[in-house]
């Protein structure tokens, strides 16, 4: 077996989950309890992933921060222009995109020089980032969905990687979200990997059992986000606190940003979700004040409700907690 790059007296890691839920407090706690969290770098300015990285050094406990990759592809006009049409119709005003949106990706690099842990999502950021991370004593991680992009990552000097199944919740990874169904679990995902990094397990993952058995078919660690929403230090909304305990289904869907992601089923994923184009990130700036609005209403049926196929699974309490019920 590989030496594993991440050393964990309990082999869980907490997944970065932008946009609210993964707060300081969460990743210092799963630190704390002896696994491992990670900052979301993902829609903050780089003064406050700055600021965020400052205060998990000043508690002096391992940390990771994920970055989203730039994408690199146009989405179709013609089908954005169309989609925007349609949600103008029914929302009134929606977000302009701006031309390029990048996510201060050079900055965040950056501010991840020398953080133990930095992972990506959404492709394979460039050699020259990967390098220079590594000669600031970084650790690497680079997140698949597919033995294809795992070689890929591989190749371009990934240290360990995250295999990201279809069953997990929130944005897919996936380098090339055409035609991506999510149908795929982690322990088949697993099995499919080389092994000549360390892998991280994710997708599906509710339970004690559940990541024992990924542990067993080879994974290093499992990496859960669903089970950490309902922590006491998630920065979880409460609509979708409460949409959690209900009893709703899962589905992919690309309404809210233009990019496929597992969610709960509700009437925007039924109404918008037909016609949604691959668009990321400018159908997330379409939405941002739409699901913005329902957020503070409280309306779960057009709030974004990230979750994985073992969301049932999710109870509130201390992180530490939680992540201890996971840990085999």
Known sequence: MLPSVIE???????????????????????????????????????????????????????????????????????????????????????????????????????????????????????????????????????TVTSADEARQAIAAGADALVAQAGTAGGHAAVFDPAGYRGDTTAPALLGTMPRDVPIIAAGGTGTAADVRALLDRGAVAVQAGTAFLLADEAGTRAAHREALTGARETVITRAFTGRPARALRNRFTDVYGPHAPIAYPAIHHLTAPIRAEAARRGDPETLHLWAGTAYPEARPGPAADILHALAP
Do not use: C, W
Not at 33 to 49: E, M, N, R
């Open 8 to 142: 964990l007296s309990r082999p869980v890691v907490a997944a970065p989950m932008a946009g609210g839920p993964s707060t300081v407090a969460l990743v210092i706690a799963a630190a704390q309890a002896g696994g491992l969290g990670f900052l979301a770098a993902g829609y903050k300015t780089p003064s406050a992933v700055a600021s965020e990285i400052s205060a998990v050094r000043a508690a002096g406990v391992p940390f990771g921060l994920n970055i989203f990759v730039p994408g690199s592809s146009s989405p179709d006009v013609a089908l954005f222009r169309e989609y925007r049409a349609i949600l103008e119709r029914d929302f009134g005003a929606v977000g302009t995109p701006p031309p390029d949106d990048d996510d201060h990706f050079a900055e965040k690099l950056r501010l991840a020089a020398g953080v133990p842990f930095v992972s990506f999502t959404f492709g394979l950021p460039p050699g020259s980032a990967i390098a220079a991370l590594k000669s600031a004593g970084s650790t690497v991680i680079l």
